[in-house]
């Protein structure tokens, strides 16, 4: 398991946290509008995700985005 960074580990929590309160995931413009970034911006973040293992994502469909069950946030 890949160590994220504070500003992925954020994310992490906020995709988990935005599915147990809506029961589907966030779209990346609702991850960019809750930390008050680019939609770039968050694209990059959750390129970073599932790159280290954190989440995963269905090409081409919305609201995809799915934390690996059992990942343990570790922040370097």
Not at 15 to 29: A, E, G, L, Q, V
Request: proline share 4%; glycine share 6%; aromatic share 8%.
């Amino acid at each position: 398991m890949t160590a994220l960074t504070e500003k992925q580990a954020e994310v992490f929590e906020f995709i988990k946290d935005f599915i147990t309160i809506n029961r589907y995931s966030p779209t990346r413009m609702e991850i960019a509008e809750a930390f008050n970034i680019q939609p770039n911006a968050a694209q990059a973040r959750l390129v970073g995700l599932i790159k280290k293992g954190a989440v995963t994502t269905a090409r081409g469909k919305m609201r995809s985005i799915v934390p690996v069950k059992g990942y343990r946030v570790r922040v370097k």
